[in-house]
């Protein structure tokens, strides 16, 4: 296949829409399964068992995707891979509306699973490549926007159909599928990564296929970006397994802990959609300056404290919904955004796609293997749960605390020449601050 760059590249943001919307199907398609298994529950014959192994699966499959789809978009091309990769989202959609037991439930979330984490590195190192440094956090920061639009999308229209049974399960699924089905068509306009063509074409000119130290996997277990690939690990996967837990099974502990029914349940994501979007929006602002980090703090205490209200005040209606509302807010700021705004500042570009789906890879097969003993928590204690998913929490938080609140140099300012950066830069210790 003959790559060429476009005469004039498409506008930044409208690059940063179309590539970013893999946020937004990766919340919803997390979100609607979480709501449609307790809905095809019945119909289906579907245990607790069952409902955690889908779960499960459906998380290790994301984890799978993201592992993959950096190196593949590395190797293929960004357009390339995240057209095929939306594409599986929506084969795996028309499994799960079809989809009339255990097993092809299974392969459905499976395939859907795949699409959606490999499509999340390379849509996001398609949004960075396309953004300079006047914009480029607030770029990142908008994908953020979009997970949290797209987890109220799901909720709203499980607000609307999760008295319907299985068919309202199905119109769930259906929802992600018409999203990602708009998303290729879109994706098919936009012309291949500029900066991939650039590195593609030195690769290609390259006396020795050998590739330089900063595109060496191992250069991440070592040097400078040892400590931010730790933090990242460390932090990312605490956090989103306390995340993932009360997002997956949200609907599944209003129903059966809280005896709400699910459709008003579900309204509660109408609630804190003003709350998400509001946040997201600030956290643009704030992405490229030095005041993150105290924003930072104020989101991590609001992300643990969360989890506390049910088990300190009962699990009902309104403790359900204040939890929510708490944890919207602390996410803008001390989850999914900053992680991906830390993940593409801190490495080099053979190594960002790489080292971001390492991240997230870890965390989903993290929260994966937890999704399989969910249930059988919530049933013994769902208190005690929630009180370990705050604890978990504080743990991650104070590891990106810890790992970044030194760390206030731009890889991308590196590459570009604008700062000779020392030996400690990338390491914690420096202090001058490059806007991002």
Not at 105 to 127: E, I, K, M, N, R
Not at 215 to 244: C, E, V
């Amino acid at each position: 296949m003959n790559h060429r760059a476009p005469a004039r590249p498409p506008h930044a943001w409208r690059t940063g829409v179309v590539a970013g919307m893999a946020s937004y199907v990766d919340a919803a398609a997390i979100v609607s399964t979480g709501i449609a298994l307790v809905l095809y529950q019945g119909p289906l014959h579907l245990t607790g068992g069952h409902i955690g192994v889908l779960s499960g699966a459906l998380t290790a499959a994301i984890a799978t995707g993201a592992l993959l789809g950096g190196r593949l978009g590395d190797r293929f091309g960004r357009r390339r891979v995240f057209t095929a990769t939306m594409a599986m989202v929506v084969a795996g959609c028309a499994l799960m509306v079809a989809g009339g037991g255990f097993a092809p439930l299974l392969l459905g979330v499976l395939v859907l699973g795949l699409g959606s984490g490999a499509d999340l590195p390379v849509a996001l190192a398609t949004v960075s490549e396309s953004a300079s440094e006047r914009n480029r956090a607030a770029l990142i920061g908008f994908s953020n926007v979009l997970w949290g639009v797209g987890a109220a999308a799901a909720g709203t229209v499980a607000a609307v159909v999760g008295g319907w049974g299985r068919t309202g399960g199905q119109v769930l699924y259906a929802h992600v599928g018409a999203v990602a089905l708009a998303l290729v068509l879109a994706r098919l306009r936009l012309p291949e990564s500029p900066a991939w063509l650039t590195a593609r074409r030195e690769r290609c000119r390259a006396a020795s296929p050998r590739p330089a130290d900063g595109a060496r996997t191992r250069a991440l277990f070592t040097g400078p970006y040892l400590r931010p690939f730790a933090a990242l690990f460390g932090f990312y996967a605490l956090t989103n397994l306390a995340a993932n837990t009360s997002g997956q099974f949200g609907a599944y502990v209003a129903a059966d802990v809280a005896h709400l029914p699910v459709d008003v349940s579900a309204r509660l994501s109408l609630l804190v959609l003003p709350v998400a979007v509001a946040s997201g929006l600030w956290f643009m602002r704030i992405a490229g300056t030095p005041r993150r980090m105290r924003y930072f703090a104020f989101g991590g205490a609001c992300l643990a404290g969360g989890y506390l209200v049910p088990p300190l005040f009962g699990f009902s209606l309104a403790t359900l919904a204040l939890s929510m509302a708490i944890n919207t807010v602390g996410g803008a700021f001390a989850f999914e955004g900053i992680m991906k705004t830390w993940a593409q500042e801190s490495f080099p570009t053979l190594l960002r796609a790489t080292a971001q789906g390492a991240v997230i890879a870890v965390a989903r097969y993290l929260a994966a293997a937890f999704a399989l003993v969910t249930p059988a928590l919530l049933r013994l204690d769902p208190s005690l749960l929630y009180g370990g998913l705050a604890a978990v929490s504080a743990a991650g938080l104070l590891i990106g605390w810890f790992g970044f609140r030194g760390n206030r140099l731009s890889a991308f300012s590196v590459e570009a020449g604008q700062v000779v950066p020392s030996p400690d830069h990338l390491s914690g210790a420096a202090r001058p601050y490059a806007r991002a």
